[in-house]
C-alpha cells in the first residue's frame, strides 16, 4: 500500500512548485525506472532536496 | 482480522460523486511514488510530451482515476482466479495475498470491464476511522479499500507539521472527490 510519509513529501513538493501532483508522481517513477533515483533509500526515493530539484526539471521539461 | 464497519454510507455522503464513475471502462493500474496503487477508468488520454534525460516522458492516464493514497486495499480478481492485496491480511491467517504487478500479462482486473457499483462505508476500528470503498466492475472483479491508522506528524523543511493524504480520491473531469483523513469528504471542482 502506498506509504504515508512519501506520498506527503510529494504532495508538498508538488503544491510548493504548482505542478500536478499526479504527472508529477508518475514522472517521478518514470525517473526511478530509468535508473535516474534517488539516495533516501534503497528503494532509490529521492530525499527533500532531491525531489525539489526533480519539480524543477519537470517544470523546465516541456 | 476483522473490521468493524458501519453499513451505513456517511450522512450527505460523497455518493452523487462517485456516481460519474459507474459505467465507466477499467483501462489499466499503475504504481505511482510512494507505492500508491492507482486504477484508470474512462478514456485513456497523454499529457504534453516531455523531453527527459533519459528519453521522452508522457503522462498517460485514464478520465477517472482512484487513488487509494496510503489506504490499504483488496482486489478479488475477475476473470481470473485470485486475490490481491496490499496492507492487508486475506485468506487464511496472515496470509499477505499476491502482490499486485500492473505489468501482470493475466490482469486482476480485465480491461475493459465497466464499474457496476461504487460503495462507500464507514469504517471504525482501533485508531482508524473513515470512509472506505467498495468498486464493483462487470468481469467480476471487485476492489476494496480500507482506511489505515495515521503515521506520526512529519514536519516539512520548515518545520511545520505536513498535513496527512487522503484516504483516497477520485478524479473525475469535473473535479476531485477526496475521503479521509477521518470521516469526512470533500469535493474540489475542476479548476478550483
Known amino acids: 500500500m502506498g506509504r504515508k510519509k512519501d506520498l506527503r513529501r510529494v504532495d508538498a513538493v508538488a503544491r510548493e512548485f504548482g505542478i500536478d501532483r499526479d504527472e508529477f508522481g508518475a514522472y517521478l517513477e518514470d525517473c526511478k525506472a530509468h535508473g535516474d533515483r534517488g539516495t533516501e533509500n534503497d528503494r532509490g526515493d529521492f530525499t527533500w532536496d532531491e525531489m525539489r530539484e526533480k519539480a524543477r526539471e519537470f517544470k523546465d521539461q516541456q | 482480522m476483522t473490521t468493524a464497519t458501519d453499513p451505513r454510507p456517511p450522512a450527505a455522503g460523497p455518493g452523487p460523486h462517485l456516481l460519474r464513475l459507474v459505467g465507466e471502462p477499467f483501462l489499466f493500474l499503475r504504481r505511482s511514488y510512494g507505492d500508491e496503487l492507482v486504477l484508470h477508468f474512462g478514456e485513456r488520454v497523454f499529457g504534453p510530451a516531455r523531453r527527459t534525460r533519459h528519453g521522452e516522458f508522457r503522462y498517460e492516464h485514464g478520465t477517472y482515476r482512484l487513488h487509494l493514497r496510503g489506504s490499504a486495499w483488496v482486489v478479488k480478481a475477475g ?10 491480511p ?7 495475498g499476491r502482490p499486485l504487478d500492473p505489468e501482470d500479462p493475466t490482469p486482476a482486473v480485465t480491461p475493459g470491464a465497466r464499474v457496476t457499483a461504487v460503495i462507500p462505508f464507514g469504517v471504525d476500528r482501533p485508531a482508524v476511522t473513515g470512509i472506505g470503498l467498495r468498486v464493483e466492475l462487470s468481469d467480476g472483479a471487485t476492489v476494496v479499500v480500507i482506511p489505515t491508522r495515521p503515521d506520526e506528524p512529519e514536519p516539512g523543511p520548515d518545520g511545520t507539521p505536513l498535513p496527512d493524504p487522503a484516504d483516497w480520491e477520485l478524479r473525475a473531469p469535473d473535479g476531485t472527490l477526496a475521503a479521509g483523513p477521518g470521516r469526512r469528504w470533500h469535493f474540489t471542482p475542476a479548476g478550483g
Open chain 2, 79 to 88: 476473470g481470473v482466479p485470485g486475490v490481491y492485496a496490499g496492507g492487508l
Open chain 2, 90 to 96: 486475506v485468506g487464511d491467517g496472515d496470509d499477505p
